[in-house]
């Protein structure tokens, strides 16, 4: 039997599904977003490949353990992390063996003040883990793109960003966004397709398959 291949995604994975991304996933066997304590549970199977994208970070569940990460890489295990928690997680334990895919990862490693709850949301609790507000980190990458192409004043795309950087991540909404764009922008909104980098990062890593397993 082959060495295990897990996914541990939610959201991410509805989104890119509903985007109509590449998500080649048949040979993983997919798991809730990843909590406290998850990783220990697999001491007793073979190690193989652990791919980490979203995970919990608040009271409900706790967020996944260095040490719990730490102890699998050791165990053999070989763990990649990426879009969500698994980004957070991958830049900081890089050194310690864990890999990171995409461009939220690279963003945590080039900027040590971006904050962990750029990627956090909120969502349904079971699958298949619709999200009920938009994480900053894709409204922060369409802001960029509007202000790129003129489209967009720079001063107001940062009140913007620093308005919603406030809120609670639950009421980070595309109707919040939207509240806030000049109209013409507003009116054309759509769900900041072509700017869901979480789960484009998800799509480009399942795609280019790099693990060595």
């Known amino acids: 039997m082959p060495p295990a291949r897990l996914l541990f995604v939610g959201p991410t994975l509805h989104r890119g599904r509903e985007l109509g991304l590449p998500l080649p996933i048949d040979d993983f066997e997919l798991r809730a977003p990843i909590r406290r304590g998850d990783v220990d549970l697999l001491r007793d199977r073979e190690p193989g490949l652990l791919v980490i994208a979203d995970g919990y970070f608040h009271l409900r569940h706790l967020a996944v353990g260095h040490a719990e990460l730490r102890d699998a890489i050791a165990a053999g295990w070989e763990v990649w992390g990426l879009s969500s928690m698994g980004a957070i997680r991958a830049a900081e334990l890089r050194s310690l063996g864990m890999r990171g895919f995409g461009r939220v990862f690279q963003t945590y490693v080039d900027d040590p ?31 960029a793109a509007q202000v790129a192409a003129d489209t967009l004043a720079p001063s107001l795309a940062e009140d913007i960003l620093t308005t919603l950087r406030r809120r609670w991540f639950g009421d980070r909404t595309l109707a919040a966004l939207r509240a806030m764009l000049p109209p013409e922008l507003a009116a054309n909104l759509g769900r900041l397709d072509g700017h869901q980098i979480k789960s484009q990062d998800l799509s480009e890593l399942l795609s280019q398959r790099p693990w060595s397993r």
């Open 113 to 143: 003040a971006f904050r962990d709850d750029e990627v956090t949301l909120l969502h349904e609790a079971e699958p298949p883990y619709r999200a009920f507000s938009e994480p900053l980190v894709h409204i922060r990458a369409y802001l």
